[in-house]
């Protein structure tokens, strides 16, 4: 439940390469499919350091391979409540 399909597709991007979010992570532990935003948890530092590392050593390679944008203000992790962007505020 956590992201919903239209904020996945639209804002996201999934599977658009280099135009995907690099925050993305898809929720196994709860139901394949369903994906999750990690720009609000504690995994966002880690996430960012991989992507920095990643530019500085393809600097001179065009690569479209790694998500490397930063789509959205970001959303809490949350396992029972959608979130995204076509969601009202509760």
Not at 7 to 19: A, P
Not at 26 to 51: F, N, W
Request: charged letters at 35%; one cysteine or more.
């Amino acid at each position: 439940m956590p992201l919903t399909r239209l904020h996945v597709i639209n804002v996201c991007k999934l599977g658009k390469k280099h135009q995907e979010c690099r925050y993305l992570e898809e929720d196994d532990a709860l139901q394949p499919g369903t994906y999750q935003c990690l720009k609000l948890s504690p995994h966002r530092k880690i996430i960012d350091e991989e992507v920095e590392s990643y530019q500085r050593r393809h600097r001179q390679k065009k690569s479209d391979d790694v998500p490397i944008a930063d789509n959205c203000k970001g959303y809490p992790v949350l396992r029972h409540k959608n979130v995204g962007y076509d969601q009202k505020n509760a």
